[in-house]
């Protein structure tokens, strides 16, 4: 089964950036489609950006369009997450997921998970 693994995540002020990674152990099918979502004290997992195969397509949540930028380098097997002009209601574990195409994961037919890395932005 393939595995995914995140890093990147820390301590930032607002107004800061952090480059989120997530590595797959292999290229499956079942990597295709990758994305990030994340989950705040409290609350309910919640979409944050997802990429295509190719890259050529990408997609956010409004809450993070204009600050958030997902990329993927296929060579590495590597999902990317820029997040730019950071704020305290960014705070959340972020987990990186994987559908084995784009229609799945719009459908949220997620196959699989990473164990999540930790954001905390202050004010």
């Known amino acids: 089964q393939v595995q995914l693994r995140e890093s990147g995540g820390g301590l930032v002020q607002a107004g800061g950036s952090l480059r989120l990674s997530c590595t797959a152990s292999e290229r499956t099918l079942n990597t295709n489609t990758m994305g990030w979502f994340r989950q705040a004290p409290g609350k309910d997992y919640e979409f944050v950006a997802v990429i295509s195969w190719s890259g050529s397509t990408t997609d956010y949540a409004d809450s993070v369009k204009g600050r958030f930028t997902i990329s993927r380098d296929n060579a590495k097997n590597t999902v990317y997450l820029q997040m730019n002009s950071l704020k305290p209601e960014d705070t959340a574990v972020y987990y990186c997921?994987?559908?084995?195409?784009?229609?799945?994961?719009?459908?949220?037919?997620?196959?699989?998970w990473g164990q999540g890395t930790q954001v905390t932005v202050s004010s």
């Open positions: 997921n994987a559908a084995s195409g784009w229609s799945l994961y719009q459908r949220r037919e997620i196959d699989v």
